[in-house]
């Protein structure tokens, strides 16, 4: 599992980078999205997988300290997940507003802004 | 005590509050204005608690220190949360009379105050993931303030100012997951005790070098900085001087606890890439401000010139060293903000920032030309202000220690720093006003106007008649994080 879930980082973070070097503002975002979902993945999977385990233990059933997944990076990835969402949420706004000033949506043909 | 740890983050939530309610506009100008008032207050309560040697701890959410969410105020973090307030009460009164505060004020007063929470949270924070959701917030709020009034030239910087700064936090998630996994701890005293016994610096260096790319685009060092100076003259002026007051020292500020706490396995590595990384964001930053004409354009990559001292003091790593750091990110924050606020105040009796445009300012408004030699000689060094004494410490501390080649390369950077605030002086002050003007008729500046750069320039001043006292607390903060253990102890026995 740990394995496949490596190679599925490692395609997302490719296929991120790819976007992010389109010119599209949309693409780009696409690639925001990829970037931040391999991340968080990254972040699930560093962690270590601990499949089919609850993550706090009941006294009265007896079980003991092997049978428990860390509650952590779930509680990480959770929080990383709302920010990210918040975040394209935020981009797709601002990309709207973007096309709605300039007509285009390549990078491209935006004028630089740091020229004087 | 409890409470007053905890204040600095309580204050900001309560004043987002009352402004997504208030509606009229004197309101809100005299609830932001007192609710940054009650913040400086604060913060300077916080700082005479620190003055008695102890360490303010807490931990939220009831469970124990390394579990639980630790807050940690220590020397350095009480620093900077005195030295961003009095940033924070000097930005909430110059808004009043800006474009942007007649228009969208009650807007900017809620976003003021997420981004002073994302700010405050980070200097207090003692758990890295922690530290990162602060980061966050204060990333999604100067995203909406970057790009307040949404004109042409905000959106096309503003997509820049993201596109880098999310990469930035994306790095800095990447860094707490391998970080994680390899120690099973994110409370940074809890890291810096499993640590300080490790010696795998190899395996540590991978999530290292992750948290430097992540703090380094945020702090706008050497290879990273281009959303700067693409994105910082386009906003109305208050959220510029924001910005450059107190965002990148943030990163800045990061960079310090990381790499004074835990980071510290294999010191030759990263001192030697701090020095090369140090000397080149002074250089480039200085050489391209001395090649701009627009004031805010050469203060932008003057940011990132000074970013460059701040690693400097960092990569010496000496007691003193660090002090000099502190002390010149202290002085910087100060003196940054003010120059900004000064070139907006040019503009608004120019009608411009270009400096071909301007001048005869000497001539019509002394006070203003007063205002503005304060910051500008602080940032070059001239004693007996603030800046002279920051990078006499940072001079001191590379020689004693042996580094001459960076040490030369900070002079000769102070010679460029002088060379381009001289270019505004004469440009904007002492030249003839040019036969063209944007704006004809005159303005008169209101008292209001000028306080927060009176606030800010006798912050400087104060700075530097009291330089010693404030370099012996500064000695002191960086000898406690170059010994971390009174830190841990007061995080972990809790």
Known sequence: ?116 | MMLLTILPILIPVVMMIFHLVIRVRRTAAIVGISGSMLLLVTSVLIMREVLKGDILSMVVGGWEAPFGISIVIDRMSALFLVVSSVIIVAISIFTLHTPLGKTHLTKFYFFFFTLILGINGAFMAGDIFNLYVWFEIMLLSSFVLITLGFSKDQLRAGIKYMALNLIGSLFFLAGIGLLYGKTGTLNMAHLAQILMDDEQSILINSSAMLFFLAFGIKAAVFPLYYWLPASYHTPDITVSSLFAGILTKVGVYAMIRFFTLFFVQDPLFWHNLLFVIAGLTMVVGGMAASSRYETRKILSYHIISQIGYMLMGLAIFTPLGIAGAIFFTMHNMLAKTNTFLVSGLINRKRGSYSLKEVGGLFRESPGLAVLFIIPAFALAGIPPLSGFFAKFILIKAGFQDGHYIITGVAILTGLLTLYSMIKIWNEAFLKKSPEQQVKKETIRLRFTDLLPSLILGSATVLMGIFAGPIFEFTMDAASALLDPVLYMESVMSR
């Open chain 1, 1 to 116: 599992m740990e394995f496949l879930l490596a190679i599925l980082v490692g395609v997302l973070y490719t296929a991120g980078v790819y976007m992010l070097l389109r010119r599209s503002v949309l693409k780009f975002i696409i690639g925001i999205i990829f970037l931040s979902n391999a991340t968080n993945l990254l972040v699930f999977l560093a962690a270590g997988l601990i499949p089919g385990e609850p993550v706090f233990l009941d006294p009265a059933a007896g079980s003991t300290l092997q049978e428990l997944a860390d509650p952590l990076p779930q509680a990480l990835v959770l929080t990383a997940v709302v920010i990210g969402f918040g975040i394209v949420v935020y981009l797709l706004a601002v990309k709207y507003r973007l096309f709605h000033e300039t007509r285009t949506d390549d990078l491209d043909q935006l004028k630089p802004t740091e020229e004087e």
